[in-house]
């Protein structure tokens, strides 16, 4: 069973970036689908964004096209989501995910413990 610890975020002001980590502990991440969720307060959580096992699909919540970029490293296990632009609504609590299967889509079986992103107006 693999360990997801996420690290990264923090206090941005509006139009300013962030990259978030996503570390493995226990298992290697090169055999998992992977995704970052997010939740605001009082709402449910979603999807943001996902990479799929062979790298090749990588979709993304309409309203982060174009700002975030989700990548990873295998040979050090991280996930990564680079965000830029960032807006007051991407206000929340990110969590990483992970799953076997090839689809980057939900839902995922691993997540990890979440960080916290705020971005002032």
């Known amino acids: 069973q693999v360990q997801l610890v996420e690290s990264g975020g923090g206090l941005v002001p509006a139009g300013g970036s962030l990259r978030l980590s996503c570390a493995a502990q226990g298992r290697t991440l090169s055999t998992y689908s992977l995704g970052w969720f997010r939740q605001a307060p009082g709402k449910e959580r979603e999807f943001v964004a996902g990479i799929s096992r062979s790298d090749n699909i990588t979709p993304y919540l309409d309203s982060v096209k174009g700002r975030f970029t989700i990548f990873r490293d295998n040979a050090k296990s991280t996930l990564y989501l680079q965000m830029n632009s960032l807006k007051p609504e991407d206000t929340a609590v990110y969590y990483c995910?992970?799953?076997?299967?090839?689809?980057?889509?939900?839902?995922?079986?691993?997540w990890g413990q979440g960080t916290q992103v705020t971005v002032s107006s």
């Open positions: 995910a992970a799953k076997r299967l090839l689809v980057a889509l939900p839902p995922f079986d691993y």
